[in-house]
C-alpha cells in the first residue's frame, strides 16, 4: 500500500490530500535530489494530525511535533516528506550542533576558501523539509540563525558570503521529546514560528494497526499480548512507575522481527525492551510485565504459526 492509498483509508481529507499532489507537481524536483525523498514501509496513523500538518505545510507553515516518546513523530516527518515529494535534510541536535552545522562553515576546496554547506542552508536553496529533531536540547547559538529562516523574512544571512532566499518549497518541521534528560523550555521567539501539533500517546487501536501491517503473518491474538506489554509499560510510566526507557516501539518491532527469524520470545523481549532500561530495579517490574502477557514456554512459532523465513535468507536482505 502506497502512502496516498494510506491517507485515504485513513479518512484524510481528500482536498487537502489533492492540493498536496498538486504542491508535488508544482514543485519540480532534479533528479539528483530523488534520493533524499523518504520512502516509508510504515505509515503514522492519525487522521486529525495529518490534517492539520498538510494544511499548516500547504500555508507555508513550519510545524513543531511535540509529545511523548513512541508516538511517531520522526515517522510523521519522513512520512510527509514522502507525500509532499520533497528532498529531506535531517538535523539531529546535541551539544555540539552549532550554527555552523546548520548554515555551513569555511574550508579549503581547490586552494580556495569555500563555504562547505550546512543541512540547513542545502534544504534553503533546494526546496527540502528541514527535520530538527530533539529541537529542544539545541543551544542558543544554533537556533538564532534560524530565527529569519523560519519566519516570514524567509532569508539567511551568511556571515561573509550572501544573502539567502529560502525555496518557496522550503519548510522546516520540528519535533521534540519533552522526556528526555538534557532538554529545555523552548523560548517564546522561537516556539512563534512553528505551528505546534501535540501528538498524544499511542492506544492499542493505532498500535494493532501499525504490528499488523509490519507483521501480517503473526497470531493475532499473540501479537495483542506484545502491544499490551507496550501499552502497560507505558501506563506505568505516566504514572511515574518507571522511566520512559522501556517504552520503545522499534524495539518492539525489533523483538518480533527477532521471534520471526526464530529467535525464542522470551529472549527476543530482553533485548528489544527489558535491555533499554539499566536501572535493577526497574527491570524488575519490567520483566514482571512481561511475564504476564508472554509465557517463558512460547517459541517462535507460537507467535508466527505460517513462517517460512525461519532459516531463509530473505525479507532484511
Not at 511535533?65 to 515529494?85: H, I, M, Q, R, V
Not at 519490567?286 to 507460537?302: A, H, L, N, Q, Y
Request: aromatic share 8%; glycine share 8%; hydrophobic share 40%.
Amino acid at each position: 500500500m502506497g502512502i496516498i492509498e494510506n491517507l485515504k483509508q485513513q479518512n484524510v481529507n481528500k482536498k487537502l490530500i489533492e492540493d498536496a499532489l498538486y504542491f508535488k507537481k508544482y514543485y519540480k524536483l532534479e533528479d539528483s535530489l530523488q534520493h533524499r525523498i523518504s520512502q516509508s514501509n510504515n505509515y503514522f496513523y492519525g487522521r486529525e494530525i495529518w490534517d492539520m500538518c498538510i494544511a499548516a505545510i500547504l500555508e507555508g507553515e513550519n510545524i513543531l511535533l511535540s509529545g511523548p516518546k513512541a508516538t511517531g513523530k520522526n515517522l510523521l516527518a519522513d512520512n510527509l516528506s514522502e507525500l509532499f515529494g520533497r528532498p529531506q535534510w535531517n538535523t539531529s541536535f546535541h551539544i555540539n550542533t552549532d550554527s555552523t552545522t546548520l548554515i555551513g562553515t569555511d574550508t579549503f576546496i581547490d586552494n580556495e576558501v569555500k563555504l562547505r554547506r550546512g543541512s540547513v542552508y542545502e534544504c534553503a536553496i533546494h526546496g527540502g523539509f528541514g527535520i530538527f529533531d530533539e529541537i529542544n536540547m539545541a543551544k542558543n547559538d544554533a537556533i538564532a540563525v534560524l530565527h529569519s529562516a523560519l519566519d516570514h523574512r524567509r532569508i539567511i544571512d551568511v556571515p561573509g558570503y550572501e544573502r539567502i532566499n529560502l525555496h518557496p518549497a522550503t519548510r522546516f518541521i520540528g519535533t521534540m521529546n519533552y522526556e528526555y534528560a538534557g532538554t529545555k523550555e523552548l523560548n517564546e521567539a522561537l516556539v512563534s514560528r512553528f505551528m505546534v501539533i501535540d501528538i498524544p500517546s499511542i492506544e492499542e487501536d493505532k498500535l494493532m494497526l501499525i504490528l499488523n501491517n509490519e507483521f501480517p503473518d503473526a497470531d493475532r491474538e499473540k501479537l495483542l499480548q506484545f502491544a499490551g506489554i507496550f501499552l502497560d509499560l507505558q501506563l506505568k510510566s505516566q504514572n511515574g512507575e518507571i522511566s520512559s526507557k522501556s517504552i520503545d516501539l522499534r524495539g518492539l518491532i525489533g523483538s518480533l522481527k527477532t521471534i520471526k527469524r526464530g529467535l525464542s520470545p522470551k529472549l527476543a523481549i530482553n533485548m528489544g525492551i527489558t535491555g533499554k532500561t539499566f536501572d535493577e530495579y526497574e527491570k524488575e517490574i519490567v520483566g514482571d510485565i512481561i511475564k504476564t502477557r508472554i509465557p517463558s514456554i512460547w517459541e517462535s512459532k507460537d507467535v508466527f504459526p505460517h513462517n517460512s523465513l525461519n532459516g531463509q535468507l530473505e525479507s532484511s536482505f
